[in-house]
């Protein structure tokens, strides 16, 4: 079991309840779509399995590690190690050029592979382009950069937050594709949030969240 | 409606409460200190007015003697052929620890003072038989009423506001027996009305030289380029203060930038809106400036003790220690910030009023413009060429401080290209991600900081620059001092007479007595002091000189050469080989120069029979003793003791040196102030640049820790960019405040106080100021990495939510 | 407001105590100073030279000129003593003020000017053997004071003029006693109204040579005015028959003083006593902002005398640190003359 999410609670800081009792576990190479309505709280649901923010109750255990147990800096070194993140925004480091976004992560995790990210480059089309910075690139560009990024650490879970949700019908398909063949490809496992059925139908499993509960 | 569009504009302020509070401490800043510099030199420049007034100095004509005191036979004479001319006795008088001047004239014929009609005037008018004849009256000051009222051997003294301090006014024949000079007379000035033929002054007193009123370097002109001096560094000041001004209204504008265009599309005209936003700036212009005003009277009201000493002690300008509120200071202050105010936000204003209906609203088009603009380096190289080309082709002070400013602007306006040259350099060759990472993001950083680190550097520069001048000077003025001050007693003797007693008796009992002789003889540079010395090995061994020759001394003891001081060789471009005229038909060749950091006046030394020659009865009262060191004390006593001397008539030799190097500190004292005071208004540009960059910052950091980076360590990281640019900047500054240095001594100092002065370098003091501005980059990055380190993982989780 | 001002020392001169002290304060108490006692035995050269025991002294010269141009002129040249203490000393602190006055006076304009100094240096002073009195580059000198040379210079104007006289000096009232109110106040005062004068003008319209005749005045006091007298009216009257009248009233709060000596042409004096001659104003004109009277009717009945005495100009105002009206006067009427007119107080 590589994420093992158990009866996960979590409150907006308004103490409105966004998760409540929520639970799902995810396998090593498998793909999981996350769906619902806009709020429903999937978004915080993944930004909680990349231990970026804390939980109220329940566990959260990643690659064997409860989350509950790890301090600021613990939970920094999970994130560099063990999971990769694509967001929608593909927030990419904008100081950088593409060459270096696509290394930053591995370089971080120690586990950079000059092979693997030339390869990478190629496989995502974005051989041509390392030199640019992240502001000269399109939507769908900067998408195929920040998916490189992920996979480029070789990470054991990647989670994706609608990776295609700023992208055009083409640039959509073609971004799902690559990020669908890349983790089989690493044999990463996948956690995706989209509010796109079409997607979700593409992934081994879908799970839908609702009013903070699995339905 | 426009009640309404107010309202919005200023809603702004409401909720960017430290924005505004920077805002408007930018401008008092930049206005207080500019208003302190100019209150210190009004003041300064008044109390030279006031004296001129009140003592009708620089009026008339004078007739001085070169070569010494005009007996009153002379002006008798003068009088007799028809010449309409009014005696005066100058002298200073040491009252305790303070030295006065007396001016004695012939209240008689003497143009009316204003002193004397105050006294007059006052509900107990003297009586005039008391005013002329013996003991007299002394008119003062009330402060220097108090002082000499422990004094009674002294005449009554009268108390008059119209006087400047440290001046005794009295009639001529009080005055020649309190200074001790009967029968004598310091000068004659030319009263108007002359009759309608007189003789010509060859024909009665042909000793004599007239000097024309307008001929006469006069105390403002003297103190000219102290003030000059001042005024720069207030500009300095005015200008990093400035920096603040337009980073903050930059952002403002640039925060605002969403509501303008609401405001635009709801229909209100982009001219309207940019008289508002004129006006609204013009309202917190006054307000910094008022704030400014507050700052910079008290700031004034500080610095000018140390400014009054200063002219007292390099020029013997009378000035006043305090300072007085003028209306005109008070509204040009205004002006000043509310003209710096516009000037800082004119280019945002501008872009403002350019802005597209429906341009985006976001900060990094702002930015993004500011960026990549090649115009302000080409602006940097050329301001630098400009100043090198200007002082190459013109001399002057003013010239000397253009190259200064051009030199400084420049190179500020090149920072920016130059920092990101070097952090360029630097993200190559790093190999660590978070390093590399650093380093661009630095870079990218660098738009929006380079306005406070181009105030950094222009702080820093002038720190080094000045600094390395004062302490080089210190340093070539205390080898000096000791070079100078070789004997170990100097004696003042109260007269003449008692001088040669005092040096009869001293002679058979120590090694030397040098006799320190000296007339006042006219050049047309100014007034030239005409020493007399006799043969010693104290001065060919130890005698400063900057240019000699060949048997120098030899010559000038033979009678037949001269030496100049730097000054005067300087200002007349005299050097040795040249001939120096003392007397009409009296020259001598110049046989060498020496250093000389007493006073800005034209000195020469002769030999002892030179100068009876040239000013005979030259006074004979002061005495340097050479004595075995350890004897110096004891001596000292027993002069005091056997000729009844006060202690300050005799003097020891690291007495002297004390006192000197007080007045010397006190010189600078005002310019190390302004110094760090411009360093801590950098300083605060740096933090203000930071906490407006803040709410950029994040967009940038989020992504790295979603990376994998704690919040201790981005904020670590925050802190250390801050001190990273700093430091470069500073290793910037250093050759760039090394440039302003030799500036100051090869160029300033030249045209300002005459002479030039060795460079010596310090790297103490740049590991201290290194020190200092690390510190204060830290400083300014703590408050907003401890805001990051405080950031609730929420606030940075909103940069990736999608509904942004 | 100065210390000049209190030169004529006598002592100050402030408007304000003027009324209460008499005209340039010459009414003020003689404390230490010697007084002009009745019987006095003038001994001459001695007597020209300067009293400084006494508080106030002059040397007081006037003369009608006529120029080769043909015009009247009038030239006054004055040399005043004043003593802040009843001494002299060598050097600057000498108590001894002098003052000098000399004007030019022509139909049509009137040039001014003063010197000061003190005594003690030598810038000014009076020797009585040879006599010279001077101020500056100013003097009047000679062997003896019937024979002077005289110069005076201003801005605009300077003079050089011989003076000679045959006749013996005149003295005034009681054998140069001379009272000068009911109260007994006094002071010494001989005079050498017989000079014919030679010479030239020099003026910034030209030189100008002329001849005429010139008196001079001697006096000395420590306190010739009462405390109630306010200024005086002083005529010194030539006329073409050769004789002269002295005469002056003193104005004061309890009623005018009057004074007189008729000179007849041998120089034989005949002192009048207070009311003998009459002295009336009969006209102002307005002069440095104040009415000045210009033109006079004198009448001594006892020597037939009715005369109207007008100004040659108005304008002889001595715009001078204590001021007063000094100029030349025509006579008219049943005789005909020149002279010279002196007001101070108005």
């Known amino acids: 079991m590589l994420l093992r999410i158990d009866q996960?609670?979590?409150?907006?800081?308004?103490?409105?309840?966004?998760?409540?009792?929520v639970s799902l576990t995810l396998d090593q190479g498998e793909t999981l779509a996350l769906t619902g309505e806009s709020g429903c709280g999937k978004s915080t649901l993944l930004n909680l399995a990349a231990a970026l923010d804390s939980f109220d109750g329940g566990e959260i255990t990643l690659d064997g590690v409860p989350l509950s147990t790890l301090d600021d800096s613990g939970r920094a070194d999970l994130r560099r190690h063990r999971v990769s993140l694509v967001f929608q925004q593909f927030n990419l480091i904008p100081s950088l050029t593409v060459e270096q976004n696509l290394s930053f992560h591995a370089r971080l995790a120690g586990c950079h592979d000059t092979g693997w990210s030339t390869h990478l480059a190629d496989r995502l089309g974005l051989s041509d382009l390392l030199a640019r910075y992240p502001e000269n690139l399109s939507g769908g560009q900067q998408q195929r950069v920040a998916i490189g990024r992920a996979m480029a650490a070789r990470p054991k879970l990647l989670l994706a937050d609608e990776p295609t949700g700023n992208l055009d019908e083409t640039a959509s398909a073609n971004v799902l594709d690559l990020m669908l063949a890349l983790v089989a490809e690493t044999g990463a496992a996948l956690l995706l949030v989209t509010h796109s059925q079409d997607i979700a139908a593409r992934l081994d499993r879908c799970v839908h969240l609702s009013g903070g509960h699995i339905t | 409606m426009t009640r309404a569009v107010i309202q919005a504009l200023l809603s702004h302020w409401r909720v960017h409460r430290l924005q505004l509070a920077t805002l408007l401490i930018g401008i008092a800043l930049a206005t207080g200190l500019w208003s302190a510099v100019q209150a210190v030199n009004a003041e300064a420049r008044a109390s030279y007015e006031r004296a001129n007034d009140q003592l009708a100095f620089g009026q008339y004509d004078e007739l001085r003697n070169p070569s010494g005191m005009i007996p009153i036979s002379r002006y008798v004479d003068l009088r007799r052929a028809g010449w309409q001319v009014a005696a005066v006795l100058e002298g200073s008088l040491q009252i305790?620890?303070?030295?006065?001047?007396?001016?004695g004239v012939d209240m008689v014929t003497y143009p009316t003072l204003p002193a004397v009609t105050q006294v007059e005037q006052s509900a107990t008018p003297p009586n005039p038989a008391d005013m002329l004849t013996a003991p007299g009256r002394l008119l003062a000051a009330p402060s220097v009423q108090k002082l000499l009222r422990d004094h009674p051997h002294l005449p009554p003294v009268l108390p008059t506001d119209a006087l400047p301090p440290d001046l005794i006014l009295t009639d001529i024949g009080v005055a020649e027996t309190l200074l001790n000079k009967p029968g004598q007379i310091s000068r004659l000035i030319v009263l108007p009305n002359q009759p309608q033929s007189v003789q010509p002054l060859s024909d009665i007193a042909p000793e004599l030289e007239l000097t024309r009123a307008s001929a006469r370097i006069d105390t403002a002109q003297l103190t000219d380029s102290f003030h000059l001096n001042l005024t720069a560094f207030g500009l300095l000041s005015f200008a990093v203060g400035l920096f603040i001004v337009h980073g903050t209204v930059g952002l403002a504008f640039a925060q605002r930038r969403a509501m303008i265009r609401t405001l635009r599309a709801l229909g209100v005209s982009m001219q309207q809106l940019v008289w508002m936003i004129t006006i609204e700036l013009a309202l917190l212009a006054l307000i910094g400036g008022l704030l400014g005003l507050v700052l910079g009277f008290f700031l004034a009201g500080a610095l000018l003790p140390d400014v009054a000493a200063t002219l007292r002690g390099l020029y013997s300008a009378p000035v006043d220690g305090q300072i007085t509120l003028h209306p005109h200071w008070?509204?040009?202050?205004?002006?000043?910030?509310?003209?710096?105010?516009?000037?800082?936000?004119?280019?945002?204003?501008?872009?403002?009023?350019?802005?597209?209906l429906l341009t985006g609203a976001g900060l990094q088009a702002w930015r993004g413009a500011t960026s990549g603009n090649r115009v302000i380096p080409l602006a940097g190289v050329f301001l630098i060429a400009g100043g090198i080309v200007i002082s190459y082709l013109f001399d002057g002070l003013i010239f000397g401080f253009a190259m200064v400013a051009g030199i400084l602007t420049g190179s500020a306006l090149l920072l920016p290209v130059l920092l990101s040259l070097v952090i360029s350099a630097f993200q190559r060759w790093t190999q660590s991600p978070v390093a590399q990472w650093v380093w661009a993001d630095m870079r990218a950083q660098l738009p929006g900081l380079s306005l406070a680190l181009m105030a950094l550097l222009l702080a820093l520069a002038a720190n080094i620059g000045v600094g390395t001048m004062v302490s080089s000077f210190r340093l070539t003025f205390t080898g000096w001092l000791d070079q100078r001050l070789t004997s170990e007693v100097y004696v003042t003797a109260p007269d003449s007479e008692l001088g040669q007693e005092i040096a009869q008796w001293l002679t058979p009992r120590v090694t030397a007595v040098l006799p320190i002789r000296s007339a006042e003889l006219m050049h047309e540079t100014g007034p030239l002091f005409l020493y007399g010395v006799i043969d010693d090995q104290t001065y060919r061994q130890k005698w400063p000189l900057i240019a000699s020759t060949k048997d120098d001394w030899d010559r000038v003891f033979a009678g037949k050469a001269v030496l100049i001081n730097e000054q005067l060789a300087r200002r007349s471009n005299l050097w040795p080989g040249d001939f120096l005229t003392l007397a009409p038909d009296h020259t001598l060749t110049i046989a060498g120069v020496y250093s000389d950091y007493g006073n800005p006046t034209g000195q020469a030394i002769v030999s002892m029979a030179q100068l009876d020659q040239i000013a005979p009865g030259a006074e004979a009262r002061r005495f340097g003793i050479r004595v075995a060191p350890d004897r110096a004390s004891e001596l000292a006593q027993d002069i005091r003791d056997r000729f009844e001397l006060p202690r300050h008539a005799v003097v020891q030799q690291a007495t002297m040196k004390?006192?000197?190097?007080?007045?010397?500190?006190?010189?600078?004292?005002?310019?190390?102030?302004?110094?760090?005071?411009?360093?801590?208004?950098a300083g605060f540009a740096i933090l203000t640049s930071l906490l407006t960059l803040w709410t950029q910052r994040l967009p940038q950091i989020a992504p790295v820790w979603a990376l994998g980076l704690t919040r201790a360590q981005l904020a670590r990281l925050e802190v250390l960019r801050s001190v990273l640019l700093a430091t470069l900047t500073a290793v910037l500054a250093l050759p760039l405040g090394l440039v302003l240095a030799w500036a100051l001594l090869a160029v300033v100092n030249v045209q300002a106080f005459g002479w030039r002065l060795p460079m010596y370098l310090f790297p103490a003091d740049w590991i201290y100021l290194f020190a200092l501005t690390l510190v204060a980059a830290f400083v300014a990055a703590a408050l907003p990495a401890l805001r990051l380190l405080r950031l609730p993982p929420a606030d940075l989780l909103k940069v990736f939510a999608n509904e942004r | 407001m100065n210390v000049k001002l209190w030169l004529l020392c006598v002592c100050l001169l402030l408007p304000e105590t003027l009324r209460a002290q008499g005209y340039a304060g010459l009414g003020g108490s003689a404390d230490g100073f010697d007084v002009p006692q009745p019987g006095y035995q003038f001994e001459f050269p001695r007597d020209h030279g300067p009293h400084p025991s006494f508080r106030i002294e002059w040397w007081y010269l006037t003369a009608n000129l006529k120029g080769d141009d043909g015009r009247d002129y009038g030239i006054q040249w004055t040399l005043f003593r004043s003593a802040l203490k009843p001494m002299e000393s060598e050097g600057w602190q000498s108590p001894q003020l002098w003052m000098g006055h000399a004007a030019v006076t022509t139909p049509d304009a009137h040039y001014f000017a003063e010197r000061l100094s003190r005594g003690g240096i030598g810038q000014a002073g009076v020797t009585a053997q040879p006599f010279e009195a001077w101020i500056d580059e100013w003097h009047m000198r000679g062997p003896d004071p019937n024979t002077l040379s005289l110069a005076a210079s201003g801005d605009q104007f300077e003079y050089n003029l011989t003076l000679n006289a045959k006749t013996p000096f005149v003295f005034h009232g009681d054998a140069g006693f001379s009272v000068k109110s009911t109260d007994g106040q006094a002071s010494y005062y001989y005079a050498q109204p017989f000079y014919t004068v030679k010479g030239v003008l020099h003026l910034p319209e030209g030189d100008v040579p002329v001849t005429g005749q010139g008196w001079l005045d001697r006096e000395w006091s420590s306190q010739p005015l009462a405390a109630d007298q306010s200024g005086w009216d002083w005529f010194s009257l030539s006329f073409d028959d050769g004789d002269k009248l002295m005469a002056f009233r003193l104005r004061g709060a309890r009623g005018d003083f009057t004074a007189a000596t008729w000179i007849n042409a041998d120089g034989s004096a005949t002192p009048l006593p207070d009311g003998s001659v009459s002295l009336a104003p009969l006209k102002t004109a307005h002069v440095a902002d104040r009415d000045v009277p210009v033109l006079w009717r004198v009448t001594l009945p006892d020597q037939d005398l009715d005369v109207e005495v007008s100004a040659l100009t108005p304008n002889a105002w001595m715009a001078a640190r204590f001021e007063y009206w000094e100029g030349p006067v025509t006579i008219t009427g049943s005789h005909s003359g020149r002279g010279y007119l002196e007001m101070t107080g108005y």
Do not use: C, W
Not at chain 1, 8 to 21: A, E, F, H, M, N
């Open chain 2, 330 to 356: 008070a509204l040009s202050g205004l002006a000043m910030a509310l003209a710096g105010t516009l000037l800082a936000s004119g280019h945002a204003l501008f872009r403002l009023s350019r802005m597209p």
């Open chain 2, 658 to 681: 004390a006192q000197s190097l007080a007045v010397f500190e006190k010189t600078f004292v005002v310019t190390s102030a302004l110094n760090i005071l411009t360093l801590g208004v």
């Open chain 1, 8 to 21: 996960i609670q979590k409150s907006y800081p308004g103490g409105r309840p966004v998760l409540r009792d």
């Open chain 2, 96 to 103: 305790g620890e303070r030295r006065l001047q007396v001016l």
